[in-house]
């Protein structure tokens, strides 16, 4: 069964510091892609960061990077600076190449960004 | 450029009607996806249209059903509703269909479901 695990129900982090989410996944497929999504409170998902699984080199994109472990099946996002605006459901999913086009999704972190 | 746009915002059935949900891709955009989130949980994969076709469908019993009509749109049937059907349902859509291949796709903001 290909499944998403986001142990993390609810995070809490400072305004400017730093966060870490984690998400762990499953799949007997060797070629994917993951994906980190987030979902502010007017519920449209955006889209944070890929990464491909066939790239050791972790993705970044500006505040936002990820620790990707493909051996140990591990995704986690890290968020440096953090924003008032990056309060949020964080939601990890990934999807197999194969042509499923099936997004599978783990039931997402809370984060909130304190002042 | 519109985003992917969706309707109504907001359904209230009663238990056993059909409830019908509407999508409208990105211009341009031929794959449409739908999925289920209800309070509490993830995203649940539940159908992808391609070219007016049904590619794959979630785990979900046959009264959910839908269509994609010529011009890429499409909309999310559910018949009989239970209430356990209350939730977000939403629309997404992407460049012919290569999620797989690492396309991006983009999401509407939802249509909320209530069944009473």
């Known amino acids: 069964a290909q499944t998403v695990t986001q142990s993390q129900p609810e995070m809490s982090v400072q305004e400017a510091e730093t966060v870490t989410l984690s998400c762990t996944y499953d799949t007997s497929e060797n070629n994917y892609y993951l994906f980190w999504y987030k979902q502010p409170p007017s519920r449209q998902m955006i889209l944070v960061i890929r990464?491909?699984?066939?790239?050791?080199q972790n993705a970044t994109e500006n505040r936002f990077s990820v620790n990707f472990q493909k051996a140990a099946k591990s995704f986690s996002l890290k968020i440096s600076d953090s924003q008032l605006g990056d309060t949020a459901m964080y939601f990890c999913a990934f999807v197999t190449q194969g042509g499923s086009e099936k997004l599978v999704f783990g039931k997402g972190t809370k984060l909130t960004v304190n002042p | 450029e519109a985003g992917v746009t969706q309707s109504p915002t907001h359904l209230i059935k009663t238990r056993g009607q059909q409830a019908t949900l509407r999508c409208s891709p990105i211009s341009g955009h031929t794959s449409v996806y739908w999925y289920q989130q209800a309070l509490g949980l993830g995203l649940q994969f539940l159908l992808w249209?391609?070219?007016?076709?049904?590619?794959n469908r979630g785990n979900f019993p046959p009264r959910f059903s839908g269509r994609q009509f010529p011009n890429y749109s499409s909309e999310l049937n559910v018949n009989a509703l239970e209430l356990e059907d209350s939730a977000l349902y939403l629309c997404a859509s992407s460049l012919e269909g290569r999620l797989s291949s690492g396309n991006t796709i983009y999401f509407g903001e939802g249509s909320w479901l209530t069944v009473v």
């Open positions: 249209y391609d070219e007016g076709e049904e590619r």
């Open positions: 990464q491909e699984a066939y790239k050791q």
